[in-house]
């Protein structure tokens, strides 16, 4: 029903749950995406940190919680991520004495959380995003910890083990500004790579945290493109189109150099203009005219957040803002980019 009804012969379509939503903190919501939505992701509650914040502990409340639900309302279920620089807990790297810890110990370390985490969901997660966001703007791997201790080996290990450990789980890798040619051209390059020895991997996640007119269309499309050429499925993932002024510029590059609230960075704060409510409705119309055109490379879109509420883009980068980038409103209400995107059926 709702709109991935609409899409149903299309694709996907999702949002992602926040730790607000889940444990029955939020019934209302809960109805809103088991109606509109066909797949799910969880925001957070499955990051290292949530799920595995010491060596020796583990919380599996809201991630078991966020699972069940998926089973419940039949979602396309995803899980978010193994194996990712951010939110990961310092034990891993670090021992006590504040020595980084060995090769052997950390890619334990790493077995051992795909092996508990992705075995617990063992055929009730859909899809797995195993490694997140591991190559740089400028082409390059990461200089994360994963491939300052043991290298880009670390990489194929990840998909080989989450295959060993849930066969049928699809296997993707997920990254933002994959627009950038050599961004993408590099990690299509490196999955190639491992592919041909052997790495089982799906498909490739598109993040798509964009703004009113950045970036491009054509950009967008020659990177659905490129992926599917490659043999690979393209999920987009993580959509939400941010209509404040950027504190920092596409590249990357800091525009302000200081990331503190502003009333300047915060123009909305008293409601969206029509004028902008009319852009945002019409970007939104054009990405999913888009992904239609490509319907047949594209397995789901899912969007980051349900309603602007609780959209991560409210303190990121800039904390305190009021920002529009979801297509329900902040009571739950559909707003014109949902209709937009409804009537493209
Ligand atoms: C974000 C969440 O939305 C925030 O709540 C959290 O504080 C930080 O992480 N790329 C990803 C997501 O793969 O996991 C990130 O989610 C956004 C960027």
Redesign the pocket.
Known sequence: SGLAGLFAPDFAVGTAL?NTTLLGQNPSLESLVAREFSAITA??AM?WEEIHPTADSWDWQRADYFVEYGQRTGMYTIG??LV?H??MPEWVFIDQDGKPRPKAVVQKAMEEHIAAVAGRYRGRIQAWDVV??AVTDDGKWRESHWYNTFGEDYFSRAFHLAREVDPKAELLY?D?NMTIPAKRDFALAQIQKFRKQGMPIEGVGM?A?VHLSEPEIAKLEASIEAIAAAGLEVHIT?LEVDVLPKAYDYMGAEISTNFEYSDELNPFRDGLPQKVADQLAARYESLFNLFLKHKDKIRRVSL?GTTDAES?KNDWPVVGRTNYPLIFDREGRPKEAYYSVAGLK
């Open positions: 926040s925001e957070n990051k978010h991520t990712w951010s939110q997140n966001e997920n933002y993040q945290h993580e980051w991560w």
